[in-house]
């Protein structure tokens, strides 16, 4: 879309045929010499604002090199509702499978303002009829286009990856429709704006700043990468601020192309953007390493204002690239600490085997901190699950996309502190692990005792989040969650209406789950507004 992308054919891993020996690489470089010689020409020492947008074919990749301010995230631009996208149609046989069902999303949603548009699609701010007040990001993918097979397969790619990730530093997946002309992901959204935009507008950060924000990165990479996860654009544009807030939680988004990776496995697509893309990549036989590398290039970037590899032409970048031709030139170098610049020099490391990993990052000197903060009295609100019911853990789980919470920094520092292993979910061992490092060892069996759940019950992000939440905003909040589950506007929720539901959010209800949760409905086989506020207030 907007952002800079590289939307790949080939396959994703070695188990795809391979390139016949000593063609590929030379054949690439010369590709890359005939494509990139012939543009405008990137100015060494160019402040970041100042690059304009550029297309360029990258060997069998289309590649849109853009650093300006033409985005498909949420940065705000006005614009007009949905449209028809144009009649010229392009046939595709990609499937999105039995989950995604036919549905107006102008019956759940008022659309409003575009926010970004790009080569794929368009994102727009929507805002719920169940609650008005609430906002949300709407990607919108026309099925007539004629880059519909590429748009279809990065949905389905975003899609996918969104459905199995929950962390308190990644755009939150809310649930999906498709309508005769377009697929649409909702997801929330992020109103600070764009990281790109902030260093465009500052120059560059204080040292202190960039510290925080790469921290919390590297923690959001590290939890990626351990789900078997590998980003492959990670770039200032793919960053997001949840608020405006001088200290507000970053949110990574854009996962067009993140793709599953085993152990022992290489990628063979060349995906990325041009500045921060790895050596490893433009060689064609790559893996979760390239995503440090790009961290390396965003570190830099921020502690400079400029990327660490520029010249007069993408040839010689790429040359640069290659061979990890860097420094630490200019004024704006003398007042960052020696630390700083360890830190990048150890992750732009040509040698992915040499390069550290997201682990050996995250305990380096210059980021590793005590920064975490744990709170008892958020801790105590997780008696809230009960005894795990499983009607009120779906009901928990969603909660957080209905409240407007502006407690996401306590909350995230707690669920971080607890979770000092980067798993992605939270138990009670985990908790008194932490109480007691903590110095909290008076309380840790009074407040384990105050939970009902099993001592194997796993917590994840979002219903931890939902658990804890602040007890007036969720009274507040009742009726809008109540409502998103009246699909029907009838006053009730019924199994059909929650199957509808968790239809449009990807979930998939087992027969043994629905039989769980069967029990929670009336005799009438529906549940009214008092018993539901039952359920998620006790």
């Known amino acids: 879309m907007g952002q800079i992308v590289c939307t790949c054919t080939k396959s994703e891993n070695m188990s795809s045929q391979k390139t016949p020996p000593g063609s590929s690489k030379h054949e690439d ?3 890359l010499e005939r494509n990139y010689t012939q543009l405008p020409l990137l100015r060494a020492k160019t402040p970041v604002g100042s690059v304009k947008k550029k297309k360029i074919k990258f060997n069998d990749c289309h590649v849109s090199a853009r650093l300006d301010s033409t985005k498909d995230s949420q940065s705000g631009k006005k614009g007009s509702p949905i449209k028809s996208p144009a009649q010229k149609k392009t046939t595709s046989r990609l499937s999105f499978g039995s989950s995604l069902k036919q549905e107006d999303i102008s019956k759940v949603y008022s659309i409003g303002e575009i926010l970004g548009a790009g080569k794929f699609g368009t994102v727009r701010l929507a805002y719920p009829y169940s ?18 097979i590429f748009g279809k397969h990065e949905f389905r790619r975003e899609l996918s990856i969104l459905k199995r990730i929950d962390h308190p530093n990644i755009i939150r997946f809310n649930e999906t429709y498709q309508d005769e002309h377009y697929y649409h992901i909702v997801t929330e959204y992020c109103k600070g704006g764009e990281l790109y935009e902030k260093v465009d507008q500052l120059g560059s950060l204080l040292e202190e700043d960039a510290k925080c ?21 990670l770039k200032p544009e793919n960053i997001l601020f ?5 200290d507000s939680e970053i949110k990574l988004i854009d996962f067009g192309h993140s793709a599953v990776i085993k152990e022992e496995e290489k990628f063979r697509s060349r995906c990325g953007t041009p500045l921060y893309i790895a050596p490893e990549v433009l060689e064609g036989e790559y893996d979760q390493s ?41 004024d704006y170098w003398k007042g960052i600490s020696e630390e ?61 996309n209905m409240i407007k919470s502006d407690q996401i920094n306590k909350t995230n520092l707690t669920f971080k ?40 019950f796993k917590i994840p992000y979002s219903l931890f989040a939902g658990a804890i939440s602040d007890e007036i905003r969720l009274k507040d909040s009742l009726y809008t969650i109540f409502n998103y589950f009246d699909v029907e506007n009838k006053g009730r929720i019924t199994p059909g209406n929650l199957k509808k539901v968790f239809r449009r959010k990807n ?25 539901f506020k039952a359920i998620l207030l006790t």
């Open 29 to 31: 470089e010369q590709e």
């Open 131 to 148: 609650n008005p007040h609430l906002k949300y990001a709407v990607k919108s993918i026309p099925k007539n286009s004629e880059n519909i």
């Open 213 to 233: 924000i790469i921290q919390k990165l590297l923690y959001t990479v590290d939890y990626l990468h351990k789900q078997g996860i590998c980003h492959r654009d």
């Open 242 to 246: 949840y608020n405006l807030e001088h």
């Open 290 to 330: 390239c995503d440090l590398w790009s961290i390396g290039v965003i570190t830099y970037l921020l502690l400079s204002g400029i990327p660490p590899f520029i010249d007069d032409s993408y040839e010689k970048i790429f040359a640069k690239i290659k061979i990890g031709k860097f420094a630490f030139d200019g």
């Open 340 to 400: 700083a610049k360890d830190f990048i020099t150890k992750l732009l490391v040509v040698d992915p085997s040499e390069r550290i990993t997201s682990k050996e990052a995250i305990n380096h000197k210059w980021i590793k901190s005590d920064q975490k903060k744990l709170s008892l009295k958020t801790l105590y609100k997780l008696k809230r699950l009960g005894n795990c019911d499983p009607l009120k853990l779906k009901f928990l789980s969603i909660a957080p």
């Open 417 to 456: 502190a607890i979770d000092y292993d980067n798993s992605g979910w939270i138990s009670k061992e985990k908790i008194k692990h932490v109480l007691e490092k903590y110095g909290y060892i008076q309380y840790s069996e009074k407040i384990l005792s105050e939970f009902e759940f099993r001592d194997d």
């Open 507 to 531: 979930i998939t209800i087992s027969p043994d789950e629905m039989a769980e949760i069967l029990p929670c409905f009336n005799h009438e086989k529906e549940i009214k507004f008092s018993q």
